[in-house]
C-alpha cells in the first residue's frame, strides 16, 4: 500500500515544468537584484536630501552678507563718485585761477625779467681788465666747430 501511494506522488518532471521553474528562479533573483538597488537609491536619496537641506541651511545666511556688502559697496561707490566730481570741480577751478593768475602776472613778469637782464647786461659790461670770455661753440650733429670758422660760414 505504501508503494502504491507513493508511485502515485511520484511523477515525471516534463520539460514545460523545468522551464517554468527556472523562468520563476531567474524572476526571484532578478527581484533580488532590484530589491537592493532600490534600497540603495532610497539610502542615496536621503543623503542627497540631507545635503541639500545642509547647503540650504548654511546658503542663506552666506546670501544675506552677500547682499549687505553689496550694498556697503554701493553706498561706497556712491561716495568716491560725489569725491571724485568735487575733485572734477576743484581741478577745473585750480586751472582757471592758475590761467588767471598767469595772464595777470605774467606778462608783467617776463617784462620785468627782461629789464632786469637788460639793466645787468648794461651795467655789467666789460672791464678792461677782465680777459674777454671764451668764444662761444657751436654743436653741430656731434661735433664742434670753433667760433672762428662759424664766423667764416656767416660771411659767405
Same mark, same amino acid.
Given at each position: 500500500? =505504501?508503494?502504491?501511494?507513493?508511485?502515485?506522488?511520484?511523477?515525471?518532471?516534463?520539460?514545460?515544468?523545468?522551464?517554468?521553474?527556472?523562468? &520563476?528562479?531567474?524572476?526571484?533573483?532578478? +527581484?533580488? =537584484?532590484?530589491?537592493?538597488?532600490? #534600497?540603495?537609491?532610497?539610502?542615496?536619496?536621503?543623503?542627497?536630501?540631507?545635503? /541639500?537641506?545642509? *547647503?540650504?541651511?548654511?546658503?542663506?545666511?552666506?546670501?544675506?552678507?552677500?547682499?549687505?556688502?553689496?550694498?556697503?559697496?554701493?553706498?561706497?561707490?556712491? !561716495? *568716491?563718485?560725489?569725491?571724485?566730481?568735487?575733485?572734477?570741480? *576743484?581741478?577745473?577751478?585750480?586751472?582757471?585761477? %592758475?590761467?588767471? /593768475?598767469? %595772464?595777470? =602776472?605774467?606778462?608783467?613778469? +617776463?617784462? /620785468?625779467? &627782461? =629789464?632786469?637782464?637788460? +639793466?645787468?647786461?648794461?651795467?655789467?659790461? !666789460? $672791464?678792461?681788465?677782465?680777459?674777454? $670770455?671764451?668764444?662761444? !661753440?657751436?654743436?653741430?650733429?656731434?661735433?664742434?666747430?670753433?667760433? #672762428?670758422?662759424?664766423? $667764416? !660760414?656767416?660771411?659767405?
Amino acid at each position: 500500500m =505504501f508503494s502504491d501511494v507513493f508511485r502515485e506522488r511520484v511523477h515525471t518532471v516534463s520539460g514545460g515544468e523545468v522551464a517554468g521553474i527556472l523562468v &520563476a528562479v531567474f524572476w526571484a533573483i532578478l +527581484v533580488s =537584484f532590484l530589491a537592493v538597488a532600490l #534600497a540603495r537609491l532610497a539610502q542615496t536619496l536621503r543623503a542627497t536630501t540631507k545635503l /541639500v537641506a545642509d *547647503v540650504t541651511e548654511q546658503a542663506v545666511p552666506l546670501l544675506a552678507d552677500a547682499s549687505t556688502a553689496v550694498r556697503s559697496a554701493q553706498t561706497q561707490i556712491d !561716495r *568716491v563718485d560725489a569725491i571724485a566730481s568735487d575733485v572734477q570741480e *576743484v581741478t577745473s577751478n585750480a586751472s582757471a585761477l %592758475s590761467t588767471t /593768475v598767469a %595772464s595777470t =602776472f605774467g606778462g608783467p613778469l +617776463v617784462k /620785468v625779467a &627782461a =629789464f632786469g637782464y637788460g +639793466v645787468r647786461r648794461a651795467l655789467g659790461g !666789460r $672791464k678792461e681788465d677782465m680777459p674777454a $670770455k671764451d668764444p662761444r !661753440r657751436t654743436v653741430i650733429v656731434g661735433r664742434t666747430i670753433p667760433a #672762428a670758422r662759424r664766423t $667764416k !660760414r656767416k660771411k659767405d
